[in-house]
T-cell receptor, first 110, second 117 residues
Framework: GEDVEQSLFLSVREGDSSVINCTYT??????LYWYKQEPGAGLQLLTY?????DMKQDQRLTVLLNKKDKHLSLRIADTQTGDSAIYFC??????????FGSGTRLLVRP | EPEVTQTPSHQVTQMGQEVILRCVPI?????FYWYRQILGQKVEFLVS????????KSEIFDDQFSVERPDGSNFTLKIRSTKLEDSAMYFC???????????????FGSGTQLSVL
């Protein structure tokens, strides 16, 4: 069935770049998403990419999609302490539902 | 910026009791969803709702669950007889369109933490 996998934890120093990786299995994925969840809060849509694109940039965020390898990444430039959160990758395939990964906990050290 | 609102933020109930979780989707949105996240696990799809009917549901969404849009603004999830394993964070979401060929952004509420004792 459809599955999305992410590494569980990433620690970076403030000011460095963060790269969060995600792999998915559904070859019919149409949209891929990155959501951010801060403690006690909901899921905030950060960015998304259509499956016929290979890159999307939005301010400090860069999304790279390798459709052949079913690999998605989120790069956060100049990572700040306020970026500390859990980041969820999600894909939308042949139905309306999103399939989420387990989330990557990003810790930004001062 | 418009947002999805959910009430209550926390709900504690006894096993076997009925609970209703409430959501107000973004006003011009047409599709509505419920997801849940059991502590330490993935966010899981429960159900999608469009044009006053369920458009898709997961195997989790059994006969104990129901959804309703009782008026033009609210969207509710009812669990008839709660079980311990229903304890989770329940997220409501809404979007404008659900067709694959259109640009679709799914916006989530802050969630209702349900604790079944």
């Amino acid at each position: 069935g459809e599955d999305v996998e992410q590494s569980l934890f990433l620690s970076v120093r403030e000011g460095d770049s963060s790269v969060i990786n995600c792999t998915y299995t559904d070859s019919s994925s149409t949209y891929l998403y990155w959501y951010k969840q801060e403690p006690g809060a909901g899921l905030q849509l950060l960015t998304y990419i259509f499956s016929n694109m290979d890159m999307k940039q939005d301010q400090r965020l860069t999304v790279l999609l390798n459709k052949k390898d079913k690999h998605l990444s989120l790069r956060i430039a100049d990572t700040q302490t306020g970026d500390s959160a859990i980041y969820f990758c999600a894909e939308r395939g042949s139905s309306y539902k999103l399939i989420f990964g387990s989330g990557t906990r990003l810790l930004v050290r001062p | 910026e418009p947002e999805v609102t959910q009430t209550p933020s926390h709900q504690v109930t006894q096993m076997g009791q009925e609970v209703i979780l409430r959501c107000v989707p973004i006003s011009n949105h047409l599709y509505f969803y419920w997801y849940r996240q059991i502590l330490g696990q993935k966010v899981e799809f429960l159900v999608s709702f469009y044009n006053n009917e369920i458009s898709e549901k997961s195997e989790i969404f059994d006969d104990q669950f129901s959804v309703e849009r009782p008026d033009g603004s609210n969207f509710t999830l009812k669990i008839r007889s709660t079980k311990l394993e229903d304890s989770a964070m329940y997220f409501c979401a809404s979007s404008v369109e659900g067709r694959r060929t259109t640009n679709e952004k799914l916006f989530f509420g802050s969630g209702t933490q349900l604790s079944v004792l």
